[in-house]
């Protein structure tokens, strides 16, 4: 079982930068590759970025040069830091995995990310 629960978002004005953070329970997270998707109203959910259990990140093309996917096993956390934000994306992030074993599929609840002036 895996539960994941993220936080950081809130309204920023174009241009500026939020951290989210998605924090997982249990003992596997560092064999875990995890995701960001966001989901616009009325649009259907995409993924946004993508990291590996060994720390290799992959972004949707355009997130590229903006926004950086990070994961501290530590913690068992994984970060997006998003910067240069502009309103289109405005959505709710959410943080997903799939178990390596079972592969179901675990979401978190979503956090709002609002650009607006």
């Known amino acids: 079982q895996v539960q994941l629960v993220e936080s950081g978002g809130g309204l920023v004005q174009p241009g500026g930068s939020l951290r989210l953070s998605c924090a997982a329970t249990?003992?596997?997270?560092?064999?875990?590759?995890m995701s960001w998707y966001r989901q616009a109203p009325g649009k259907e959910r995409e993924l946004v970025a993508h990291?590996?259990?060994?720390?290799?990140?992959n972004y949707a093309d355009f997130v590229k040069g903006r926004f950086t996917i990070s994961r501290d096993n530590t913690k068992n956390t994984v970060y997006l830091q998003m910067n240069n934000l502009n309103p289109e994306d405005t959505a709710v992030y959410y943080c997903?995995?799939?178990?390596?074993?079972?592969?179901?599929?675990?979401w978190g609840q979503g956090t709002q990310v609002t650009v607006s002036s």
């Open positions: 997903n995995t799939v178990h390596p074993a079972t592969f179901r599929g675990y």
């Open positions: 990291i590996t259990e060994y720390g290799n990140p």
């Open positions: 249990g003992s596997i997270f560092s064999i875990l590759s």
